[in-house]
């Protein structure tokens, strides 16, 4: 089993800054990459940034140029630097681990999620 706790959520103004951090912990052999997710009020939930374990990373047209995804592979960690905040940025983030397990054919790519953390970017 793999659990994932979020924490650096909470209340901000437009144009401030958060930090939010993530930690995987469990049956976790193989990561192939983390991520966060966001889900506004009224709203499905979409992908925010992924970080390979390459390295590699993705980010959402709405967040790029705001928003950095840093990780450490060897400890299943990874953190999005959000900047210049806006209110759109509001909702339940979420972080999501990409992983495999030694035995699972073909090591096919299990996923996990936190229970999210809440960003509220008001004035």
């Known amino acids: 089993q793999v659990q994932l706790v979020e924490s650096g959520g909470g209340l901000v103004r437009p144009g401030g800054s958060l930090r939010l951090s993530c930690a995987a912990s469990g049956n976790i052999d193989i990561s192939y990459a983390m991520g966060w997710y966001r889900q506004a009020p009224g709203k499905q939930r979409e992908r925010v940034a992924t970080?390979?374990?390459?390295?590699?990373?993705n980010y959402a047209e709405s967040v790029k140029g705001r928003c950095t995804i840093s990780g450490d592979n060897a400890k299943n960690t990874v953190y999005l630097q959000m900047n210049d905040l806006k209110p759109e940025d509001t909702g339940v983030y979420y972080c999501?681990?990409?992983?495999?397990?030694?035995?699972?054919?073909?090591?096919?790519?299990?996923?996990?999620w936190g229970k999210g953390t809440l960003v509220t970017v008001s004035s």
């Open positions: 970080i390979t374990s390459g390295g590699s990373t």
């Open positions: 999501n681990v990409e992983y495999s397990n030694y035995g699972v054919a073909d090591l096919h790519a299990l996923d996990a």
